[in-house]
């Protein structure tokens, strides 16, 4: 057989001119066309082998296979310095061995298959367990992988471990909240300093001055004029501290509940700021936990703070209701909204409104909620979601349980009570408290969240509890949660 006249190669090493196509004409049968698709298969090859090197020794992320079922299918560097696994050791496990119990049980690292089937691709974050036991905070991407036909081969996966990112963000979220009740505090603090102090020296300068005005006689106009004056401008300035406390520390909210103190807010911000306000409340609202309260009335403070310095909105919509023991506040403005760039920075916790927004999110948690922002058709959604149950009514001098859970791990107990002599809750107090609802605390110094308190019965059987929140409420009251965490036997229920 004749060589071919022409031959077309990356390097042109023969000389020859490579030849020209015409667009649309039918590809040209013979040596070349073979021998190009020998070059480009080789160079595949290469390419490919080349890609493997660097996924198998690539440290940073563990990248491995996974059959259909999701057995590990290959293993490389990363994975094994992030999961701790040798490649004998793990291919062939399935990747539920790479999950919690908890996790397993719910059914997780199957779902998770499913939707990446499904979807093509599927990311999460979560807790991961090592070889050695140990827990690590990953964010995973599983891809499913599929053959020419479209039929599902396996899974690709990419782990990467981001605890330090999750400890900072912990970090940023306990500074948040501690900054959050540094600012309850002081808000507290200015409250009481005006009630006290500043409004009262109004009050007797106000006494005063009615009383030059009665004396009125043999003043000429212009200092009749200036006294007028003067107590015009006392009169507007003890308002203007009345309101200011009542913004600091609604007195409503302890007396009324969250309805009427944010009826009352509303009210006030529209006529300040000059934004319409649309609100959808229920007509009735049973009592929750006062600090969970104070909570949400805190969030829409921020809420509409943030719309009015931010979006030039002219209306604001806030609804507010109960849908499967789940208390919801929704706030929605017609402004300018948060930019992307805005929204992803509150998405990993940085950005101009990290603080507030951080601080409300922790705020949320605290009592089992959580707080979201996203952008919608007009301006931004704000979403406040509140358990209610988990939350239920505590009133002065109340504990408020569920005789359901018989005294179960998990059990909770939250009480109230009046006012103090001490500025924090003692020990006494509280045990007062909790005996004339048949339980009794025992120990001393447990106000810290988290730290643990040892709780009894009247018939003299103990447990644990772990102290949930611990909440000062101002001079009249303050708020105490508690957590069972050993049973209970002999639980004797209020009367």
């Given at each position: 057989?004749?060589?071919?006249?022409e031959?077309?190669?990356?390097?042109?090493?023969?000389?020859?001119?490579?030849?020209?196509?015409?667009?649309?004409?039918?590809?040209?049968?013979?040596?070349s066309?073979?021998?190009?698709?020998?070059?480009?298969?080789?160079?595949?090859?290469?390419?490919?082998?080349?890609?493997?090197?660097?996924?198998?020794?690539?440290?940073e992320?563990?990248?491995?296979?996974?059959?259909r079922?999701?057995?590990?299918?290959s293993?490389?560097?990363?994975?094994?310095?992030?999961?701790?696994?040798?490649?004998?050791?793990?291919?062939?496990?399935?990747?539920?061995?790479?999950?919690?119990?908890?996790?397993?049980?719910?059914?997780?690292?199957?779902?998770?298959?499913?939707?990446?089937?499904?979807q093509?691709?599927?990311?999460?974050?979560g807790?991961?367990?090592?070889?050695?036991?140990?827990?690590?905070?990953?964010?995973?991407?599983?891809?499913?992988?599929r053959?020419?036909?479209?039929?599902?081969?396996?899974?690709?996966?990419?782990?990467?471990d981001?605890?330090?990112?999750?400890?900072?963000?912990?970090?940023?979220?306990?500074?948040?909240?501690?900054?959050?009740?540094a600012?309850?505090?002081e808000?507290?603090?200015?409250?009481v300093?005006?009630?006290?102090?500043?409004?009262?020296?109004?009050?007797?300068?106000?006494?005063k001055?009615?009383?030059?005005?009665?004396?009125?006689?043999?003043?000429?106009?212009e200092?009749?004029q200036?006294?007028?004056?003067?107590i015009?401008?006392?009169?507007s300035?003890?308002?203007?501290?009345?309101?200011?406390?009542?913004?600091?520390?609604?007195?409503?909210?302890?007396?009324?509940?969250?309805?009427?103190s944010?009826?009352?807010?509303?009210?006030?911000?529209?006529?300040?700021?000059?934004?319409s306000v649309?609100?959808?409340?229920p007509?009735?609202?049973?009592?929750?936990?006062?600090?969970a309260e104070?909570?949400?009335?805190?969030?829409?403070?921020?809420?509409?703070?943030?719309?009015?310095?931010?979006?030039?909105s002219?209306?604001?919509?806030?609804?507010?209701?109960?849908?499967?023991?789940?208390?919801t506040l929704?706030?929605?403005?017609?402004?300018r909204?948060?930019?992307?760039?805005?929204?992803?920075?509150?998405?990993k916790?940085?950005?101009?409104l990290?603080?507030?927004?951080?601080?409300?999110?922790?705020?949320?948690?605290?009592?089992?909620?959580?707080?979201?922002?996203?952008?919608?058709?007009?301006g931004?959604?704000?979403t406040?979601?509140?358990?209610?149950?988990?939350?239920?009514?505590?009133?002065?001098?109340?504990v408020?349980?569920?005789?359901?859970?018989?005294g179960?791990?998990?059990?909770?107990?939250?009480?109230?009570?009046?006012?103090?002599?001490?500025?924090?809750?003692?020990?006494?107090?509280?045990?007062?408290?909790?005996?004339?609802?048949?339980?009794r605390?025992?120990?001393?110094?447990?106000?810290?969240?988290?730290?643990q308190?040892?709780?009894?019965?009247?018939?003299?059987?103990?447990?644990?509890?772990?102290?949930?929140?611990?909440?000062y409420?101002?001079?009249?009251?303050?708020?105490?949660?508690?957590e069972?965490?050993?049973?209970?036997?002999?639980?004797t229920?209020?009367?």
């Amino acid at each position: 057989m004749a060589a071919p006249k022409e031959r077309f190669s990356p390097d042109n090493s023969s000389g020859d001119q490579p030849s020209k196509k015409r667009p649309g004409s039918p590809e040209r049968r013979g040596g070349s066309s073979t021998d190009f698709e020998e070059v480009q298969h080789e160079k595949l090859l290469e390419m490919g082998l080349s890609f493997r090197r660097i996924v198998e020794r690539t440290s940073e992320y563990a990248i491995f296979a996974l059959d259909r079922e999701g057995h590990v299918a290959s293993w490389n560097d990363g994975a094994e310095k992030i999961k701790g696994y040798k490649a004998e050791e793990i291919i062939g496990q399935n990747m539920s061995c790479f999950y919690t119990a908890e996790d397993v049980q719910r059914g997780h690292p199957a779902k998770l298959l499913k939707i990446a089937e499904s979807q093509g691709q599927v990311t999460d974050e979560g807790w991961r367990v090592r070889k050695d036991g140990t827990i690590f905070w990953a964010d995973i991407s599983i891809t499913a992988l599929r053959d020419k036909k479209g039929v599902l081969q396996g899974f690709g996966k990419v782990t990467r471990d981001v605890t330090r990112r999750k400890r900072a963000e912990e970090a940023l979220g306990e500074l948040a909240s501690r900054l959050l009740e540094a600012h309850e505090r002081e808000r507290a603090r200015i409250a009481v300093e005006l009630n006290d102090k500043t409004s009262p020296r109004f009050s007797s300068l106000l006494a005063k001055l009615y009383q030059l005005q009665k004396r009125a006689d043999g003043l000429s106009d212009e200092t009749l004029q200036l006294a007028r004056d003067s107590i015009s401008l006392a009169e507007s300035l003890s308002t203007d501290i009345t309101v200011v406390s009542q913004f600091l520390n609604p007195p409503l909210l302890d007396k009324e509940g969250l309805l009427a103190s944010l009826r009352w807010y509303l009210e006030r911000f529209a006529k300040q700021t000059g934004i319409s306000v649309d609100i959808d409340f229920p007509k009735e609202l049973k009592r929750f936990l006062e600090p969970a309260e104070r909570a949400l009335y805190r969030v829409t403070q921020e809420c509409l703070t943030d719309i009015f310095g931010r979006s030039g909105s002219s209306r604001v919509k806030i609804r507010l209701f109960v849908d499967q023991e789940l208390l919801t506040l929704e706030v929605n403005d017609d402004g300018r909204g948060l930019s992307p760039s805005l929204l992803e920075s509150l998405r990993k916790g940085t950005g101009d409104l990290r603080v507030s927004i951080a601080g409300m999110r922790e705020l949320m948690k605290q009592f089992g909620g959580l707080l979201n922002v996203t952008p919608s058709d007009s301006g931004t959604f704000f979403t406040a979601i509140l358990p209610m149950e988990r939350n239920a009514g505590v009133f002065p001098d109340r504990v408020v349980h569920d005789d359901r859970s018989n005294g179960r791990v998990g059990k909770k107990v939250s009480v109230a009570l009046g006012r103090s002599d001490h500025p924090e809750p003692t020990e006494k107090a509280i045990s007062q408290n909790l005996s004339s609802h048949g339980m009794r605390l025992t120990t001393e110094h447990a106000w810290r969240p988290g730290e643990q308190a040892l709780v009894s019965s009247p018939g003299g059987v103990r447990t644990e509890a772990r102290v949930v929140y611990c909440e000062y409420m101002g001079a009249d009251k303050f708020a105490v949660g508690l957590e069972l965490v050993r049973p209970l036997e002999s639980w004797t229920s209020p009367a």
